[in-house]
């Protein structure tokens, strides 16, 4: 049984660059979510994907958007690369209308540095 | 708005003595608590939550939690402490979405666990 799965590993972008993050759900999974984590803190919510939608966003400007395919899979897009970016990006599924509080499964991130 | 407190940047702990990691939290309405534990290039790694019933929870890997709503704490504990326990540790609360089709976490900043062989 697969868990969540995030490509690539690292990357190195420099100031105003663009880049795209991916993210496989864990079998079963139909809803993704983003975290920022820098370093030395906790992820910081960014959005969350559901049936192809935005349903919930943190605060974190417009240069951050994403998308989920119809597979479930998620990309997390950066425009306008700013250093501030350079941080751990964490991909977590989860199942909707789990009112009971499942906990949402996150894969190993994406290590971003901003040159 | 919801908050979660970790008070200590950092726990030392002798191999097999008794641990504790602190944990605070600030939400409207009943709390949904989790642990979370992080190994060094790793994501985060499910520890145990509480939800409501019993207050002592019990997890993953012999932790267990005890929840105090007096106080407003979800701290981590385990009896015995291995080397192997030695990692970052997140407490996070459940933040509710109008609507509830699902929700987002909002975590602390985190616990470096050293135990010392």
């Known amino acids: 049984d697969a868990g969540v799965t995030q490509s690539p590993t690292h990357l190195i972008k420099t100031r105003g660059q663009q880049v795209t993050l991916r993210c496989s759900p864990k079998?079963?999974?139909?809803?993704v979510s983003w975290y920022q984590q820098a370093l030395g803190q906790g992820p910081q919510f960014i959005f969350q994907y559901y049936e192809e939608e935005e349903r919930q966003r943190g605060n974190f400007p417009d240069r951050f958007s994403g998308h989920q395919f119809p597979n479930y899979s998620s990309e997390l897009n950066v425009n306008a690369l700013l250093l501030g970016d350079s941080a751990l990006y964490l991909c977590?599924?989860?199942?909707w209308g789990q009112g009971t509080g499942q906990p949402q499964h996150f894969g190993d991130g994406t290590r971003l540095s901003i040159l | 708005a919801q908050s979660v407190a970790q008070p200590e940047d950092q726990v030392n702990v002798a191999e097999g003595n008794p641990l504790t990691v602190k944990c605070t939290y600030s939400?409207?309405?009943?709390?949904?608590l989790f642990w979370y534990v992080q190994y060094p290039n790793r994501g985060l790694q499910f520890l145990l939550k509480y939800i409501t019933g019993d207050n002592l929870v019990k997890g993953s890997y012999g932790f267990e939690a005890e929840f105090n709503k007096s106080q407003t704490s979800f701290h981590l504990k385990k009896p015995s402490a291995l080397v192997s326990d030695s990692a970052l540790y997140f407490c996070?609360?459940?933040?509710?979405?109008?609507?509830?089709?699902?929700?987002?976490?909002?975590f602390g900043k985190g616990t470096k666990l050293s135990v010392i062989p």
């Open positions: 079998s079963g999974h139909d809803t």
């Open positions: 939400v409207s309405g009943n709390p949904y």
């Open positions: 977590a599924s989860s199942l």
């Open positions: 996070a609360v459940r933040v509710a979405y109008s609507g509830a089709g699902s929700y987002q976490l909002t």
